[in-house]
């Protein structure tokens, strides 16, 4: 959260920024608790419709933060159509690009004026390192946000940028390797009979495929999915074996995990707020066809193991 916070302090009370109305939990916290409180106005647009956007859009909206695919519903926003419309009105644009990596999606190249990631998860790709990182191609911005992360101290120490720099090494290996799998497991999900909805951009029946094709090389190792109900998800993510329950993600272990009681307990009561019966998985580098087992083991109801 220190590179999101960087960005954030690059504004003024009273300016106004659009966040999706799917995102990460812990920007919702950061923009609607502690810089709302502050003077800073937001709001939760669904990016996914460029109109949604302009309709939010105030005089004093000064950026655009973009997340995609989307935590945790893999909504993905067209970068391209979005940064072309804030540019137009003269904001900025942040992507947060940490479910896609710079292997999988480039932002910058599609107009976005800075990208964050969480080097917590791919970059680092080995779930032994917390931090962030903030990228832009513009000198201004570089150096505006240089001396917020000095002043405000979010700098990693040595060996946490080792160990990020070691991870950048695999870093295309293990996306290759995490989409293949996560490519596996949408498939059998969507035609499971206990699974209601599958959230995964790789499927042609995701409303964002098409979008997802054009401005991504791959569709990432982020899946989602809906039971029937809350009591069946907290049972199932409680009883995989290879899959870990665990918020984290990006890491070369699959994991998984309830957003509603876990990463996205924050936006409780929100109304973009996840939906109770969703669980999330963040696929790792593990034989497809043990992760594909192990899940589907998990989603045999508790009576019929019985």
């Not at 909805?197 to 098409?210: C, F």
Request: hydrophobic share 45%.
């Amino acid at each position: 959260m220190a590179a999101e916070d960087a960005i954030l302090r690059l504004l003024s009370p009273g300016d106004h920024v659009m966040i999706p109305n799917d995102a990460y939990g812990g920007t919702y916290r950061l923009v609607a608790r502690v810089y709302q409180p502050a003077g800073m106005e937001f709001s939760a647009v669904d990016m996914t419709r460029v109109d949604a956007c302009t309709e939010a859009w105030r005089d004093t909206t000064k950026l655009v933060w973009i997340e995609t695919p989307t935590n945790p519903l893999l909504r993905v926003i067209d970068i391209a159509a979005v940064a072309a419309l804030a540019h137009e009105r003269g904001a900025l644009v942040v992507v947060d690009n940490t479910f896609a990596t710079p292997y999988l999606q480039q932002p910058l190249t599609l107009g976005a004026d800075i990208v964050v990631h969480s080097t917590t998860k791919y970059l680092g790709g080995h779930s032994d390192v917390v931090g962030g990182f903030a990228a832009t191609n513009d000198g201004t911005t570089a150096e505006r946000l240089a001396f917020l992360q000095n002043a405000a101290g979010a700098v990693p120490g040595p060996f946490d940028c080792w160990l990020v720099l070691r991870g950048v090494k695999t870093l295309a290996l293990r996306m290759e390797r995490h989409c293949q799998n996560a490519r596996a497991i949408a498939a059998m999900l969507e035609q499971h009979p206990a699974v209601g909805r599958v959230y995964y951009p790789g499927l042609p029946s995701n409303p964002g495929h098409d979008t997802a094709t054009r401005q991504m090389r791959d569709f990432g190792g982020m899946v989602s999915f809906t039971v029937a109900t809350e009591q069946e998800a907290v049972e199932l993510v409680a009883r995989t074996r290879i899959f870990q329950l665990a918020e984290s993600l990006g890491g070369v272990e699959s994991l998984i995990e309830h957003p509603a009681r876990m990463t996205h307990a924050s936006t409780a009561g929100a109304p973009f707020a996840p939906p109770g019966n969703l669980v999330r998985l963040s696929v790792g580098i593990e034989s497809a066809d043990d992760l594909v087992a192990d899940l589907e083991a998990a989603l045999v109801r508790r009576a019929a193991i019985a």
